[in-house]
């Protein structure tokens, strides 16, 4: 049994009240907005944990106690039926904007309409997630943090964007409906990299992870910085999804596109610039799963965590279906960063659902990285805690796909 749906079950079975008493007690507020007809289900559940701050046009802004958030989610979707919920606002402004702006009535409005969760593609997923290997996974890794860094500046981080674009090439030189490209940016040398696979439609998914690494103390371009889990892990694991995905010639119905993102370690900064501009084009991104740190399980019982700030609550719900019925066996749970801690942040921040489905819970983190210790024997020498991810990802992407 995972840890937060065990506790579910037994709150849907017996009052939805429940909650009250597995809240913590001084969690911190905050904003969302929620379709109106489900206003009242959540007062009755969560009682003095949710207050509304204003209704209009069938959209209400509610006050709640954010660890109710996982549970809101689940709630509603077991209750509801539905999959539209509701959107997380930094702050009152912010989800008060929402309710004033068409811009951001029609945001919500496609957040929770154009994605669908249902999950019934197994024919086409069971098969391909059983091809899976770590041991691929681990090449990569491997070759990857044998360059001295990933700096986004400097002659390193530039080799090893070039690296990754004719591996991705490779993979797949044979597909005509494939591109792999350079996103080059200005400020600094080291380019993102995105590969396409052009589905029917221009929706898209992305699937995704950054390139750089860094020497946290040692900074700098000449720095010693493998960082093998943090994270030449994400990008080998997204790899494996590329990989199999070609070997068994999956034609997408929409538009899947893999990214490396560059400077990351920095500030997210390739990514805030690809995220704004997906936005400024107007591309109808449904679904974005970040991998950053796949292959270190610090969490004994735990093999994947959800983390719950910067992320959209119904995906993450939906990815947590997806592990239950794609990867058996594996347990899941919830956590959050605290702070816009990777990419999906930058895609968050555009309005896009994001998800940042991670190695182990915040206490438990992989304490080597950004040292010149980040390396793979930390995780044992093998890649089998990526494997996991690698089989979540690829499951993510076909079921969202159709
Ligand atoms: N992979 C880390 C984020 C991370 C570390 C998540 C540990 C969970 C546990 C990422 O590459 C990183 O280092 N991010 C920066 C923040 C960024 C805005 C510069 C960080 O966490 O300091
Ligand atoms: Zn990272």
Known sequence: MKTLNGLLLAVVMTAAPAFQTIAAENSKDVYISIDSDALKF???????????ISTQDGISILKIDEDALPWLSMLMHKNFNRCGGFMVHDDEADAMNLLHSQDGAQLFAKNNTFADYTINQEELVKPMVEQVKAE???ANITKLSSFKNRYYKG??????????????????KNRTDATVEYFPHSQWDQPSIILTLKGKSDDVIVLGGHQDSINGSFGGSSA?????DDNASGISTITEVVRILTDNSYQPQKTIKFMAYAAEEVGLLGSKEISKSFKAANVNVIGVMQLDMTNFQGTKDLDIVMMTDYTNVQQ????????DKYVPGIKWGFDKCGYGCSDHASWN??????S??????????????HTAKDTLSVSGGNASHAAKF????LAYIVELDR
Do not use: C
């Open 42 to 52: 959540s007062q009755k559940t969560f009682k003095s944990r949710v207050q509304e």
């Open 136 to 138: 691929n996974i681990l």
């Open 155 to 172: 002659e390193f981080g530039k080799q090893s964007a070039a690296y990754i674009k004719e591996m991705w090439s490779a993979i797949v």
């Open 224 to 228: 010693t910085a493998p960082g093998a």
């Open 316 to 323: 993450n719900n939906f990815v947590g279906s997806i592990i």
């Open 349 to 354: 921040a555009q309005g896009y659902p994001a």
């Open 356 to 369: 940042m489905p991670f190695e182990a819970k915040m206490d438990d983190m992989n304490h080597n990285i």
């Open 390 to 393: 690698a089989k979540m990802a």
